[in-house]
């Protein structure tokens, strides 16, 4: 069973970038599809971006769509959500998620339902 722990959040004004990344333990981590949701206080978490295993497909909101980029380091059991032009409704605690495949795929995954694996979370704040 992997865990995973989030890290790179904090206070930003508005335009500005943060880099987030997500360490998985206790899996194998290339088996693992990765997610990152979001929620912002009084709203259901949201889909962010995901990626597949290898990292070939990546899918991202239409919300963060040219300004969000993920990717993965498989060597280092982490994911990396980097964060750019960042707007004051990207105000959230950001989670990473995981999913386990036991076939090599290419497949990504949107829905919080299909991943059964979840960080913590970590703060992000914009401020303008």
């Known amino acids: 069973q992997v865990q995973l722990v989030e890290s790179g959040g904090g206070l930003v004004q508005t335009g500005g970038s943060l880099r987030l990344s997500c360490a998985a333990s206790g899996g194998t981590f290339s088996s693992y599809a990765m997610g990152w949701f979001r929620q912002a206080p009084g709203k259901e978490r949201e889909f962010v971006t995901a990626i597949s295993q290898s990292g070939v497909n990546t899918y991202y909101a239409d919300s963060v769509k040219g300004r969000f980029t993920i990717s993965r380091d498989n060597a280092k059991n982490t994911v990396y959500l980097r964060m750019n032009s960042l707007k004051l409704e990207d105000s959230a605690v950001y989670y990473c998620?995981?999913?386990?495949?036991?076939?090599?795929?290419?497949?990504?995954?949107?829905?919080?339902?299909?991943?059964?694996?979840w960080g913590q979370g970590t703060q992000v704040t914009v401020s303008s």
């Open positions: 998620a995981a999913k386990w495949r036991p076939y090599r795929s290419s497949d990504y995954y949107t829905r919080i339902d299909e991943y059964p694996y």
